[in-house]
């Protein structure tokens, strides 16, 4: 089993000393989520089931993938990922562009965690229609593994339509991978037929069965991975029915406060990376 980071769920303030303690601890990964901007109308902020925004105007966003090239230079060894990255809110060139300067920086570190979202405020803000963000998230998809792989690219779909182009240099990776965040059919689809894996939300062994039982269904045999948050961990003991189930990471987070996140994974290393 593979461990990872959430440098979401602390104050940023902590992130830089948080990756680089997973670094020297053995964790295999730190992962940042992003939104590209908040607007002051939280009509459009509930998550979906909840009963109240999900989100505050005040809080500091930061460009994902930039912040975690800087996280490169201070780390050896960690993978870098995005859980996740609203990558169709800007156009692939920008997105491909971006985790392929990771990769490169880091050297093969970068791991590109995608999402449909959920938060329709931006979208608008961003003057992007909310109802085609999935199909404009998979076109985007298609796109970026050419531009990673193929000499030149020219492209005709639905939302994006360029003449040839060269996109270099190429990912440090032969195959960067990209995973799909989401729960919903259309992100298990864009998983099991686009994607090199599935990032899952919070869930413990019980919750998360029925979305492997879909995936292990939609998926054509290739290597696949999954990601797991399991904030809520019994013991080493527990791992064996992660592990049963297919999953081959897990997020976890062994801290309830930011300032005792670094003391948290020493902790978390001493018992279940030995």
């Given at each position: 089993m593979r461990f990872g980071v959430p440098l979401g769920l602390i104050h940023p303030d902590a992130w830089r000393d948080v990756a680089v303690a997973a670094d020297e601890l053995g964790f295999e990964s730190v992962w940042l989520p992003e939104h590209l901007v908040?607007?002051?109308?939280?009509?459009?902020?509930?998550?979906?089931?909840?009963d109240r925004p999900a989100i505050?105007?005040?809080?500091?966003l930061?460009?994902?993938?930039?912040?975690?090239?800087?996280l490169a230079g201070l780390t050896s060894r960690v993978l870098l990922g995005t859980a996740v990255h609203l990558y169709a809110?800007?156009?692939?060139?920008?997105?491909?562009?971006?985790?392929?300067t990771l990769d490169r920086v880091s050297g093969g570190r970068a791991v590109c965690g995608v999402g449909a979202g959920w938060y329709e405020g931006e979208w608008r803000a961003a003057g992007i229609d909310f109802t085609t963000r999935g199909a404009r998230l998979d076109e985007a998809i298609e796109i970026t593994r050419r531009l990673w792989?193929?000499?030149?690219?020219?492209?005709?779909?639905?939302?994006?339509?360029?003449?040839?182009?060269?996109?270099?240099?190429?990912?440090v990776q032969e195959r960067l991978p990209i995973l799909a965040g989401g729960e919903s059919d259309a992100a298990l689809?864009?998983?099991?037929?686009?994607?090199?894996?599935?990032?899952?939300?919070?869930?413990?062994?019980?919750?998360?069965?029925?979305?492997?039982?879909?995936?292990?269904?939609?998926?054509?045999?290739?290597?696949?991975?999954?990601?797991?948050?399991?904030?809520?961990?019994?013991?080493?003991?527990?791992?064996?029915r992660w592990e049963a189930l297919g999953v081959d990471r897990m997020i976890v987070r062994p801290w309830r406060r930011s300032r005792d996140a670094v003391t948290g994974l020493a902790a978390f290393a001493a018992e279940y990376l030995r």
């Open positions: 908040f607007t002051t109308d939280l009509s459009l902020a509930v998550y979906p089931g909840a505050s105007p005040a809080t500091p930061f460009d994902a993938p930039a912040y975690l090239c800087w809110l800007r156009h692939p060139f920008v997105s491909a562009r971006a985790f392929a792989s193929e000499p030149v690219v020219a492209h005709t779909g639905r939302f994006y339509d360029f003449p040839e182009v060269a996109f270099e240099p190429k990912p689809r864009r998983a099991a037929r686009l994607c090199d894996g599935w990032i899952g939300m919070p869930h413990s062994p019980e919750t998360i069965r029925p979305r492997l039982d879909r995936l292990a269904a939609l998926r054509d045999g290739r290597p696949f991975s999954v990601t797991a948050h399991a904030y809520e961990l019994s013991g080493p003991g527990e791992i064996p």
